[in-house]
C-alpha cells in the first residue's frame, strides 16, 4: 500500500471535529460583494427630465442579453438589453422624445465606461469618441468598397456578399425556446 493512504477511521476522526473557529470555513459572499461596491458612487445621467442611476458594476446580464441579441435588431430585443443599465421602459421614453442614432451612441458610450469607472469619461469626450469611431467606420467601408469593386466575378458592380443579418427580411430567427 502507498505512504499517502489513511486509514478510513482517521478520516472520520478528522471530519468530525468541530473546527475551533467556524467562522474560518463560512464565507459570505454577499458581505465581500456588498463591501466591494460600498464605496462606489455610481454614474448618474439625466436624460429627457429623467435620473437614471446605473449600477455599480456592468450586470452579467446585460453581457449575456447583448450576446444573444447581437444579430436581431428588432427594439424588443434592444429595449431588453438595455433593461439591466435604464430599466424596462427607457428605450421607449427615449424614442418617444425623439432620441437619434448619434445620441444614443453617446450615452451608451458615456454609461458603459462610467459603470466601469464612474467619472471617467464626460459626455463631451463620449461624443467625441463615438464621432471617431463612426468616422473610423465610415472610411473603413469605404476603403473596403473601392479596393472591392470591380474584384468580384465580373465588373457590373460590388460583390454580392451578405453585409449583416438584417440585410434581407428573408433571413430566419433562431427560437427561444
Not at 455610481?42 to 447583448?66: C, E, K, Q, S, W
Not at 462610467?114 to 465610415?138: F, M, W
Request: aromatic share 6%; hydrophobic share 40%; net charge negative.
Amino acid at each position: 500500500m502507498s505512504d499517502y493512504t489513511t486509514d478510513p477511521t482517521e478520516l472520520d476522526d478528522l471530519l468530525d471535529d468541530e473546527p475551533e473557529d467556524a467562522a474560518a470555513v463560512f464565507a459570505d459572499a454577499d458581505a465581500f460583494f456588498a463591501a466591494e461596491v460600498a464605496e462606489v458612487r455610481p454614474a448618474t445621467i439625466r436624460l429627457y427630465g429623467v435620473d437614471y442611476a446605473l449600477p455599480a458594476r456592468v450586470p452579467l446580464t446585460f453581457n449575456m442579453l447583448l450576446a444573444r441579441h447581437a444579430e436581431d435588431e428588432s427594439l424588443d430585443a434592444f429595449a431588453r438589453v438595455l433593461a439591466p443599465l435604464f430599466g424596462a421602459d427607457a428605450l421607449q421614453c427615449w424614442l418617444d422624445h425623439g432620441i437619434d442614432d448619434r445620441q444614443l451612441g453617446i450615452v451608451l458610450a458615456w454609461s458603459v465606461a462610467n459603470i466601469k469607472a464612474p467619472g471617467v469619461i464626460s459626455l463631451k469626450q463620449a461624443a467625441e469618441a463615438y464621432d471617431k469611431q463612426q468616422t473610423e467606420r465610415a472610411e473603413g467601408k469605404a476603403s473596403t468598397a473601392s479596393a472591392t469593386s470591380g474584384a468580384g466575378s465580373s465588373g457590373t458592380g460590388p460583390s454580392s456578399k451578405r453585409i449583416s443579418g438584417g440585410s434581407t427580411g428573408s433571413r430566419r430567427r433562431k427560437s427561444r425556446r
